[in-house]
């Protein structure tokens, strides 16, 4: 176990609503990224949070939004759901924002959206 | 841009047998080379990483990494296949400086066949 969690583990949603997922990191890690995986693919890179600021970006859209809260939890919320952003959304957390601190990945949360 | 291929979609080893599963990469400057596996329904597994030294990495459960700067790659290797590695497989690069913004291959399929 990577000592990463997330919820929930599965979440069904219709197009146009909006998604709050959440991730709860290694005490002490202070970077989160999220990915996002659709079936058959590999996971793509959403963006990053460093201290409770987002650092760096993907080519994801505005309506993905991110949250990192003091306690180490964070939160990722998609607005005006669309049928293609069905995937696993996975959260990986850090000591640091640094490339040498090895990214420890949650188990997801894999999203339907009809 | 950086990008990741991993040529096979997947790989058949007979158990006991060695395995490689191949990755190459395009960076530029240094690269920062990552393997993950991923269960079904679970989250990435970290397996090992080079980010500067010794081309052969040593990592987790008897796997190890060659990087090949002239030939760009970074091929995982296993001298004797079990059946419980039998798993997806992600290669995943990034380059220095600034954010984790990791980009991962399409995966994997390795099957150990008893």
């Known amino acids: 176990e990577t000592g990463v969690t997330q919820s929930p583990t599965h979440l069904i949603k219709t197009r146009g609503q909006q998604v709050t997922l959440r991730c709860s990191s290694q005490?002490?890690?202070?970077?989160v990224s999220w990915y996002q995986q659709a079936l058959g693919q590999g996971p793509q890179f959403i963006f990053q949070?460093?201290?409770?600021?987002?650092?760096g970006r993907g080519n994801f859209p505005p309506r993905f939004s991110g949250l990192q809260f003091p306690n180490y939890s964070s939160e990722l919320n998609v607005n005006a759901l669309e049928l293609d952003d069905s995937a696993l959304y996975l959260c990986?957390?850090?000591?640091?924002?640094?490339?040498?601190?090895?990214?420890?990945f949650g188990p997801g949360t894999r999203l339907l959206v009809l | 841009a950086q990008s990741v291929a991993q040529p096979e979609d997947q790989v058949n080893v007979a158990e006991g047998n060695p395995l490689t599963v191949k990755c190459t990469y395009s960076?530029?400057?240094?690269?920062?080379l990552f393997w993950y596996v991923q269960y079904p329904n679970r989250g990435l597994q970290f397996l090992l990483k080079?980010?500067?030294?010794?081309?052969l990495v040593k990592g987790s459960y008897g796997f190890e990494a060659e990087f090949n700067k002239s030939q760009t790659s970074f091929h995982l290797k296993k001298p004797s296949a079990l059946v419980s590695d039998s798993a997806l497989y992600f290669c995943?690069?990034?380059?220095?400086?600034?954010?984790?913004?990791?980009?991962f291959g399409t995966g994997t399929k390795l099957q150990v066949i008893p």
């Open positions: 990986a957390s850090s000591l640091g924002q640094n490339l040498r601190e090895t990214q420890y």
């Open positions: 005490s002490g890690h202070n970077t």
């Open positions: 949070y460093y201290r409770e600021e987002e650092n």
């Open positions: 960076v530029s400057g240094n690269p920062y």
């Open positions: 080079y980010i500067t030294g010794d081309n």
């Open positions: 995943a690069v990034s380059s220095p400086g600034g954010y984790q913004k990791v980009t």
